[in-house]
């Protein structure tokens, strides 16, 4: 098998998985709270990079980081997943899965507007085109179809999606200055997260046994959503001879997902999502315009 097969093979397995993950946080918020699951997916994910850093030999590299390595990863594990994954728990539990999906993939929109002032970034028409686009994508997938009645599902719970892509969006950007192997800084940044997960879970809720399910949910978003997919996009990119055709794989996802939240969550998928998933994808086509 040559190696573009193998970088097409690894990113279909980081979409699929990542096609999963909406149904997943659905049914896990069924037996826990957003704080539990994240907790629990946390330390899953935690352990699960760990040993991937094991089996790569570069364990010992999360000891050789530099002062400023361990101050940025702080403030990377206090925005992914802290923070990041906190809101956007909440707002699955919120809205139906079918809403909160699509709203988290204009993210990509955000993180190109906030280049603009953190990064120095010049702002073309194809992005306002694509700002445009993919929100009236939004808000007809927020209002069912009904988009000039301005009648919400849930007015806080798309504020929370949206909030989510903006948390998002700033830890990319922050990212760029990491120049570490980009697993073993991930594994930092999910270790500089646990206090802060650990402190608010303790600060808002009551301790408890964890139920089965619940702990079945947290291993199965932190292991796959949070550990693996990453790594199998990371190797994908690093395998392929062209970036733009690996890339072109994520806009599978949204479609697989709404399978997904169809058949295993049996949500009646509506019209307006699938339209307002169209412009949403439409959007993001946009900015790959030259």
């Known amino acids: 098998m040559n190696t573009q097969r193998q970088a097409i093979l690894f990113g279909l397995g980081a979409v699929l998985l990542w096609s999963t993950v909406a149904t997943a946080f659905k049914l896990s918020l069924r037996y826990c709270t ?38 940025l990863s702080l403030l990377l594990g206090m925005l992914s997943p802290f923070l990041y994954y906190l809101i956007l728990f909440k707002a699955y539990d919120l809205l139906p899965a079918q809403q909160a999906q699509p709203i988290n993939y204009t993210w990509a929109i955000t993180l190109s507007l906030l280049s603009v002032p953190l990064l120095k970034q010049r702002i073309g028409w194809q992005l306002w085109l694509a700002l445009v686009v993919s929100y009236c994508g939004v808000v007809i997938i927020s209002t069912e179809g009904d988009p000039f009645s301005l009648h919400f599902t849930d007015p806080f719970g798309v504020t929370l999606a949206l909030v989510s ?21 991930l594994f930092v940044n999910f270790l500089c997260s646990l206090p802060f997960i650990l402190v608010y879970y303790l600060l808002t809720s009551e301790l408890r046994i964890p139920p089965a399910n619940a702990l079945l949910g947290g291993a199965y978003v932190g292991t796959f959503e949070m550990g693996l997919s990453f790594i199998l ?35 009646e998928i509506l019209p307006s999502t699938f339209i307002g998933l169209i412009l949403i994808l439409a959007g993001l086509s946009c900015q790959r315009i030259r």
């Open 34 to 71: 957003p704080i539990e699951l994240l907790l629990y997916s946390s330390f899953f994910s935690t352990l699960v990079i760990g040993a991937i850093l094991s089996f790569q030999h570069k364990f010992h590299l999360v000891f050789q980081c530099s002062r400023r390595e361990y101050r």
């Open 165 to 185: 892509t903006v948390i998002w969006a700033l830890y990319w950007i922050y990212n760029t200055r990491d120049k570490r192997d980009p697993v073993v800084a």
């Open 233 to 267: 996009w990371q190797m994908a990119m690093k395998l392929t001879d062209n970036t733009a055709r690996i890339s072109n794989l994520i806009f599978l996802s949204p479609f697989l997902s709404m399978v997904f939240i169809h058949f295993l969550l049996g949500e």
